[in-house]
Nanobody, 123 residues
């Protein structure tokens, strides 16, 4: 069982930066593939970024490549999402998710979810 708690959301102007954190409970964090998803009002939840259990492999949605960076610290049971050059269309609730096994950008493949943190980008 893994419990996830996101933090770091807030309000930022377009072009600004924001860093999200996701703290995980449990001793198996380092064996889980971790990802960030987001859901904007009236839209389906979409994949943002993912990172392998060791941190060696990272995956990004096309719309965040070059702007967002995912990382993890297994000693701290935490995964991060650094968001730069934010745009109003990045406004959404951002969710942290965990799964065992290989990469997937399908939210149905993830077993554990945080409660989400709101990110609002003003124009």
């Amino acid at each position: 069982q893994v419990q996830l708690v996101e933090s770091g959301g807030g309000l930022v102007q377009a072009g600004g930066s924001l860093g999200l954190s996701c703290a995980a409970s449990g001793r198996t964090f380092s064996s889980h593939f971790m990802a960030w998803f987001r859901q904007a009002p009236g839209k389906e939840r979409e994949f943002v970024a993912a990172i392998s259990s060791s941190g060696a492999n990272k995956y990004y949605a096309d719309f965040v490549k070059g702007r967002f960076t995912i990382s993890r610290d297994n000693a701290k049971n935490t995964v991060y999402l650094q968001m730069n050059s934010l745009k109003p269309e990045d406004t959404a609730v951002y969710y942290c998710a965990a799964k065992i096994g290989s990469y997937s950008n399908n939210d149905e493949r993830y077993d554990y979810w945080g409660q989400g943190t709101q990110v609002t980008v003003s124009s």
